[in-house]
């Protein structure tokens, strides 16, 4: 696959979210087809259905149990495990991999989780429904979760959301970049303002928060700092499109290093921008020992 391309950005990707083998996808499929009228092997009534209907389909789908997966609850319907093109999971895949990978940029947001978190519980979370949230998602890992995480507020979504934020994005995204990447960045500018939809990411760093920031898109409701730190981001980005290296041809705000064995550096986005080293480095040598 690699021959396709000669660099590219991955941003915010839930690398622990596990890919499913075909034997694991034919309870979903069954209860697709029935939901479309088709029969499980026919691919021909698949292909007639519109996309409304195989949407709505998925839907129906993805309030039933199909899998013992957490993860799969949030993200159902993912890439096939067929031995072909894709061989496993793509952390492991990545650890395994015994030729150099072609430039990279990959990194995530300080708050991932914190948007999933919130859309799946919207009321506040107890110390005692956080301590059976943790036990029916790790199982025979709770009891080193909740010691690693205890509780101790009122409402436990933040909690679950620094959890859900280094187990499904920022440690499995080190693997990668100790294998792969080339440059490393960690996102901490807050959008302003915050979606009405989505209020409760106001101060905080959602999934999909620097978007606005690589288009420019947003430049009318941005503060002067804000488009700095959205102008410094393209402009990083665009550089390494042209040439591989963010930081030419054209002048960017300071010097992003390439990642090494040594020195696992990563280019932090906030105000002002900072080199730093070490992302969230003992929770991720945690979740490294206990596994994903």
């Known amino acids: 696959m690699q021959s396709y391309f000669q660099q590219a950005i991955i941003q915010s990707a839930p690398m622990a979210i596990p890919f499913r083998t075909y034997g694991q996808y034919i309870t979903p499929g069954v209860l697709l087809a029935e939901e479309l009228r088709c029969t499980y092997n026919d691919l021909e009534c698949f292909r007639t ?108 979504r933040l909690l679950l959301s620094k959890i859900a934020t280094e187990w499904v994005f920022a440690c499995p995204t080190r693997i990668f970049a100790r294998k792969a990447a080339t440059y490393s960045y960690v996102f901490g500018y807050p959008l302003i303002p915050a979606s009405q939809n989505t209020s409760f990411c106001s101060g905080y760093v959602c999934h999909g928060d620097e978007l ?38 054209l002048h960017v705000p300071i010097q992003w290093p390439k990642v090494t064995s040594d020195n696992e550096t990563y280019l932090y986005f906030q105000n002002p921008l900072e080199v730093r080293e070490n992302y969230l480095k003992d929770d991720c040598d945690f979740w490294d020992q206990i596994g994903y």
């Open 212 to 249: 606005p920031f690589v288009f420019e898109s947003k430049w009318i409701n941005f503060t002067d700092t804000g488009r700095h730190v959205s102008e410094s981001m393209a402009t990083y980005w665009t550089n390494f499109a042209k040439t591989q290296d963010p930081n030419q041809p």
């Open 49 to 156: 259905a519109s996309v409304d209907n195989i949407i709505n389909a998925q839907k129906m789908v993805n309030k039933k149990i199909t899998s013992f997966e957490a993860l799969l609850f949030f993200e159902p319907w993912v890439p096939v495990i067929d031995n072909i093109i894709v061989h496993g999971q793509l952390y492991e895949t990545v650890q395994n991999l015994s030729f150099p990978l072609k430039p990279l940029i990959i990194g995530t947001l300080n708050d991932e989780g914190l948007l999933f978190i919130y859309m799946k519980w919207t009321k506040p979370v107890s110390p005692i429904l956080y301590s059976e949230i943790v036990l029916a998602i790790f199982r025979e890992k709770a009891f080193k979760i909740a010691e690693r995480f205890p509780p101790g507020d009122l409402d436990e």
